[in-house]
């Protein structure tokens, strides 16, 4: 079953903050983030373990509550570079070692 | 480290015609590879599971006749849509991981657009 992120885009000014939610009916392993460019393939940012731990990338982290099935991606102080599309991929039930990703969350950083 | 070649990159070719794609891990083994398409503006969904030495496990609703996945060595997968038609249009993408546990992150291909006429 797939995750429902939301929202399903943000605009941003350049220097804001932006928060991308991601829940599971499911109980999850963990939870994969990635972005993707126009035309491009994903990229990995963090995964995050069942466990309820918070991991940072640069000015990127993310959070898990492993009792509501939820992550949550923060990104902070938005550069032009976080232009894209933020998928979150779950593992879970009964398909340990498969992602089912979520529907995908537009980000526009605008200077 | 990890990374992933996937080959071609772009296919544009007639209705009827049977496309192969390519997906390596280049400076790792992957006993298993997945193989997902991306419509427009749309997620990533997963076609198949690709475990080497062995059948592909096939989401439901994929048609495992319709796309053919050999995964003969523990760095090459490769996808066959046969006679492909217009829908099948889209952006196919694979990827793989050193292990395939929680902790490791998939790494994808730079996939491969198909586009029948």
């Known amino acids: 079953q797939q995750p429902v992120q939301s929202p399903q885009a943000v605009i941003l000014r350049e220097g804001e903050d932006a928060v991308i939610n991601c829940s599971s009916s499911?109980?999850?392993?963990?939870v994969h983030w990635y972005r993707q460019k126009h035309g491009e393939a994903p990229v990995f940012l963090m995964i995050l373990l069942k466990g309820g731990e918070q991991k940072g990338h640069e000015k990127i982290s993310a959070s898990f509550n492993e009792k509501k099935q939820q992550s949550s991606l923060y990104l902070t102080a938005s550069q032009l570079s976080y232009s894209g599309t933020y998928f979150c991929g779950t593992e879970g039930g009964t398909s340990y070692g498969k992602l089912t990703f979520g529907q995908g969350t537009i980000l526009t950083v605008h200077p | 480290g990890a990374v992933v070649s996937q080959h071609p990159s772009r296919v544009i070719c007639k209705s009827g015609t049977s496309v192969k794609i390519e997906c390596r891990s280049l400076?790792?083994?992957?006993?298993?590879m997945f193989w997902y398409r991306q419509f427009p503006k749309q997620s990533l969904m997963l076609m198949a599971t690709?475990?080497?030495?062995?059948?592909?496990?096939?989401e439901q609703g994929v048609e495992k006749d319709k796309f053919l996945i050999n995964h003969a060595s523990l760095t090459l997968s490769t996808l066959t849509v046969t006679s492909a038609h217009p829908e099948d249009s889209s952006f196919y993408i694979c990827?793989?991981?050193?292990?395939?546990?929680?902790?490791?992150?998939?790494?994808f291909g730079d996939g491969t657009r198909l586009s029948i006429l």
């Open positions: 690709s475990n080497e030495g062995s059948k592909a496990t096939y």
């Open positions: 400076d790792f083994q992957a006993t298993t």
């Open positions: 499911k109980a999850l392993y963990s």
């Open positions: 990827s793989a991981s050193p292990r395939v546990m929680s902790n490791q992150p998939q790494h």
